[in-house]
């Protein structure tokens, strides 16, 4: 197997990496009161000096009240906050790594198993966490156009402290996503409607408001998915056409890279083809594109939650279609979670070092 296509240079607009893997974003819950600690510098650091390519951070929150529902998830607004990503990029530059933030707004939630909840109401498109569970409030054409800003706001704070790029995050079931699926928004102004196109006017105005406070130089990822939690079948986009009407808008907008999140990589996202969401994202829009699924590893994420563990895996399937131009940069979980060496370790060749990962490794920062 000849790895060297994954150890070669990337560089758009403001984003210059050494290679194309690119470690993932984890909720990790470590920074009190929101505010990244030097442990959490250390961390990132790590990866850094172990060779990754670009690091995109855990999920961080904007300025909005209830934009999270966990008193421990990092923000990106206010000014002690602020300082201590400042800490993380200065010692991730020194490391010779690039970063960038994944920007955040959870949207309707369930209470966390802490107990600590915000001071306002969860905020959503409906007021739905679910098609059959409201919860929170429906956002006010007033909330949206708050929100948006706050979404610029701590977009022009990553360039502003120095980051190199930064992620906006629209998978997984929360905010932007919510706008996104027909469960949870049902609007009937002109922030719903019966199409996916439609119901993205939340995300292009994000996007185009981003753009707008960070330049045309400065690099922006958005992070998308078709499964949701609560529905691992979900598919937003359910052919070819009806992927190229919401992608497509979202490039006009000011997006460069796709962020392409599935459980595992190796699925084919239609049918009479075997490319994967992210193969398909580039080959509809020409837009570079990062794969992110059970990379390196038996079993995926979903299930390490729940205390499955999980042994290196061969990267035979990925290179392959990498080889072949299906997507330019590779998003990397769990490996790297637990073994800050695991880019070094396959450049090297030293496979037998790699390590599994178990349901501790997210006890701790390694």
């Known amino acids: ?68 529902n966990d008193a421990n998830i990092p923000r990106f607004h206010g000014e002690k906050a602020l300082a201590g990503w400042q800490k993380v990029i ?35 498109p409906s007021g739905l966490l679910s098609a059959e569970v409201k919860k929170g409030v429906a956002m006010t054409e007033a909330d949206i156009e708050a929100t948006v800003k706050a979404y610029g706001a701590s977009a022009a704070a990553a360039k502003r402290l120095g980051f190199d790029c930064v992620e906006i995050h629209g998978a997984h079931g929360y ?14 102004d002109g922030y719903g409607g019966k199409t996916l196109e439609a119901r993205s006017r939340f995300a292009i105005e994000v996007i185009k408001e981003v753009r707008r406070q960070v330049g045309e130089d400065f690099t922006i990822i958005i992070r998308l998915s078709q499964w949701k939690p609560s529905d691992y079948n979900s598919k937003l986009a359910k052919t070819p056409q009806e992927m190229e009407a919401w992608l ?11 962020h392409c999140s599935q459980r595992r990589f190796w699925e084919p ?51 392959r279609r990498f080889d ?19 880019v070094k370790k396959i450049e090297q060749g030293r496979t037998n070092e790699l390590k599994g990962f178990t349901k501790d490794a997210l006890m701790k920062l390694v």
């Open 1 to 68: 197997m000849d790895i060297t296509g994954l150890f070669r240079p990337f560089n758009l607009k403001s984003l210059s990496i050494k290679n194309r893997i690119v470690m993932a974003p984890m909720t990790r819950s470590f920074s009190p009161d929101g505010i990244p600690t030097a442990a959490v510098a250390e961390y990132y650091t790590k990866r850094a000096a172990g060779d990754v390519g670009l690091i995109l951070s855990e999920g961080t929150v904007i300025d909005r009240i209830s934009s999270s």
């Open 269 to 319: 996202e239609f049918e009479g083809s075997d490319l994967n969401f992210a193969g398909w994202a580039k080959k509809i829009t020409g837009q570079p594109t990062i794969t992110v699924g059970s990379v390196g590893l038996t079993g995926d994420f979903t299930a390490a939650f729940q205390g499955e563990s999980s042994e290196p895996s061969s990267l035979e399937e990925l290179v």
């Open 175 to 188: 905010l932007i996503d919510q706008f996104f699926w027909e469960k949870t928004n049902i609007r009937t």
């Open 90 to 124: 200065n010692d991730v530059h020194t490391a010779g790594g690039a970063m960038g933030p994944q920007i955040w707004h959870m949207g309707i939630m369930a209470d966390h198993h802490s107990g600590w909840i915000p001071e306002g109401p969860f905020e959503g």
């Open 324 to 342: 072949r131009g299906d997507f330019d940069l590779v998003a990397v979980g769990r490996p790297l979670l637990a073994d800050p060496e695991w």
């Open 248 to 258: 497509a808008p979202m490039v006009a907008a000011g997006v460069d890279i796709f």
